[in-house]
């Protein structure tokens, strides 16, 4: 079983920058894919990054490709650093593990565990 916390979400102004933190507990969490979701008011929750167990994979949705870099230390925490804000990145950002793919998905169905969210809000 493994349980995930995100941090680290917050108002700020567009243009800048914020760290979301995503802690899992958990032995296993580290041989997960790991991703960050977002869901926007009267929005369907959408994919935003992806990295692989290993760290040596990444994806993006096109939107935030050059804006936002997810990353994982070797323990059992993955990062997602947002620069460059936009009001359109206003949303709840959600962590999630996948335990059984190698391959990074992008359906929030191939997730297995789910953070309970965290608030990016961007003002213009």
């Known amino acids: 079983q493994v349980t995930l916390v995100e941090s680290g979400g917050g108002l700020v102004q567009a243009g800048g920058s914020l760290r979301l933190s995503c802690e899992a507990s958990?032995?296993?969490?580290?041989?997960?894919?790991t991703a960050w979701f977002r869901q926007a008011p009267g929005k369907e929750r959408e994919f935003v990054a992806g990295i692989s167990w290993g760290g040596g994979r990444t994806s993006y949705t096109d939107s935030v490709k050059g804006r936002f870099t997810i990353s994982r230390d070797n323990g059992k925490t993955v990062y997602l650093q947002i620069n460059s804000l936009k009001p359109e990145d206003t949303a709840v950002y959600y962590c999630a593990a996948d335990r059984f793919s190698t391959s990074i998905r992008v359906t929030t169905n191939a997730y297995d565990y789910w953070g309970q969210g965290t608030q990016v809000t961007v003002a213009s």
């Open positions: 958990g032995r296993t969490f580290s041989t997960y894919v």
